[in-house]
């Protein structure tokens, strides 16, 4: 099974990936976490210039970068682990790039669902977990660390990322959106009652 987290910078995705890779094993699943962009050898490399503050970098060539990372990671780690029987949780995956190149970007969120669809070769999540936040928390969250070039964007760049994951979720049917600002506790029981039926 196929899981993505997705949502702003600072909504606490990582946090609950991290609790469900916990609570997976534990019931003796067999379960794997990557992140996006990254988690292979050229998805790190290709990381390192997406997030670099120095460099700069036309959205096109942006969004390729991204879709390249992806389709890299869809062949090497999350086809294989899916074909062994493995839960595959990503932090971040396609909807990302509808979301922040799509929507904040304006590349246009039809075009880049079908880059996406070419990139994955049609491997999509069977959830995505949305966890919202209104942009002043994510501002609020983000502005204690060292800020990359995404999060770097400001508010009217975040609220047009919100509105696209929104957008999302009103047309999607594997689309889960949860409110970010109940407890990590909250959120993550409301996580694990529409993971059950799959355990
Ligand atoms: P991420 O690693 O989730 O950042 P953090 O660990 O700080 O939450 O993602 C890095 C940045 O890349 C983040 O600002 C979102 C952005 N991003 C896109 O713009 N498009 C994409 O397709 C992906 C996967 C991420």
Redo the contacts with the bound molecule.
């Keep these: 099974m196929f899981i993505a987290f997705e949502g702003l ?1 600072g909504c606490g995705k ?1 946090t609950q990936l991290d609790l469900l890779f916990q609570y997976l094993k534990t019931a003796g699943k067999k379960v794997i976490k990557v ?3 990254g988690s292979t050898e050229i998805g790190e490399k290709i990381r390192a210039i ?2 670099d503050r120095n460099l700069n970098i036309n959205e096109r060539t942006e969004l390729l970068l ?1 879709l390249a990372s992806r389709a890299q990671l869809v062949e090497e780690i999350i086809k294989p682990a899916l074909n062994e029987g493995y839960f595959v949780l990503v ?2 995956f396609a909807d ?2 509808v979301a ?2 799509g929507g904040a970007r304006n590349l246009g969120i039809e075009n880049v669902e079908f880059l996406n669809t070419f990139a994955t070769n049609n491997i999509f999540p069977d959830l995505v977990f949305f966890i919202d936040i209104p942009v002043e928390i994510a501002l609020k969250r983000i502005s204690k660390k060292n800020k ?1 070039r ?2 770097n964007e400001g508010k009217a760049f975040l609220e047009k990322v919100r509105n696209s994951y929104l957008y999302l979720s009103n047309k999607r049917e594997n689309f889960i959106t949860i409110n970010g600002e109940k407890t990590v506790e909250e959120i993550f029981e409301e996580i694990k009652s529409h993971i059950q039926k799959f355990i």
């Design positions: 910078d990582s992140r996006e962009p997406l997030l991204f932090d971040r990302s790039s922040y190149q990359d995404l999060e």
